[in-house]
């Protein structure tokens, strides 16, 4: 069975500040995806990135960075220079990849709430 | 927006009625989900359609009834619901990648807040 882990249920920054979420995962797989989705008081979710198993390069989007490390089964996500707009609760999430008309079918942690104060 | 569109987004009914919530999607995925996301619980998988076929009932009980008439809509049936039932309900699509193994992230609608008197 596949877990997520997210040991950190709020986190409270001053704007500017730098914010890493982290994330430990379990899974039997040996590909699988890793997400991070955002979730604003609105209530959808939306999409922030995606890492494949088998590629552990970490990378910068803009003010995003992920740190995903296969050999403790992590998948860290930092904001930089947190803005009040970035106050929401962050969501970490884990699909099984490569099988036929599986979907994406996501589990979840029980996400990190950030809340950016000004 | 995220092209997915659910309605109602806010519903309050009692134990015996029935109701529906809607979702609809204009990104021309095949695949749709329904998740739940309560206070006490991480978001749950119910649900999952792969081309209007259901693949995935994750023990959800039968008081839920999803539908799947087209790809482009999906139904959540509700009936004889309990209090422990209110939650957010959250409605995702994906397309199902090509190659198969190179399936992409779920876009979500912003649910449908569901309270339960």
């Known amino acids: 069975a596949q877990k997520v882990t997210q040991a950190q249920t709020e986190i409270s920054v001053v704007e500017k500040e730098d914010v890493t979420l982290d994330c430990v995962y379990e899974t039997r797989d040996t590909t699988y995806y890793l997400f991070w989705y955002k979730q604003p008081p609105s209530g959808e979710l939306v999409f922030l990135i995606r890492r494949n198993s088998f590629d552990e390069q970490n990378e910068i989007s803009g003010r995003y960075s992920w740190n995903f490390q296969k050999s403790t089964s992590s998948f860290n996500f930092t904001i930089t220079a947190s803005q009040v707009v970035d106050s929401a609760v962050y969501f970490c999430a884990l699909s099984e990849a490569g099988v036929k008309a599986a979907g994406n079918k996501l589990t979840f942690g029980g996400g990190t709430r950030v809340l950016v104060k000004p | 927006e995220t092209g997915v569109t659910q309605t109602p987004r806010h519903l309050v009914m009692g134990m015996t009625n029935k109701k529906s919530l809607k979702c609809e999607q204009h990104l021309g995925h095949n695949a749709m989900y329904w998740y739940k996301q309560s206070a006490k619980k991480p978001l749950e998988l119910m649900f999952v359609?792969?081309?209007?076929?259901?693949?995935e009932n994750n023990s959800v009980p039968s008081r839920f009834s999803p539908e799947c008439p087209n790809s482009s809509h999906l139904f959540l049936h509700l009936h004889t619901l309990q209090p422990e039932d209110s939650a957010l309900y959250l409605c995702?699509?994906?397309?199902?990648?090509?190659?198969?193994?190179?399936?992409?992230?779920?876009?979500f609608g912003q649910g449908t807040r569901l309270t339960v008197v």
């Open positions: 359609y792969n081309f209007k076929e259901q693949t």
């Open positions: 995702a699509s994906s397309p199902l990648g090509r190659p198969i193994s190179m399936n992409t992230e779920a876009f």
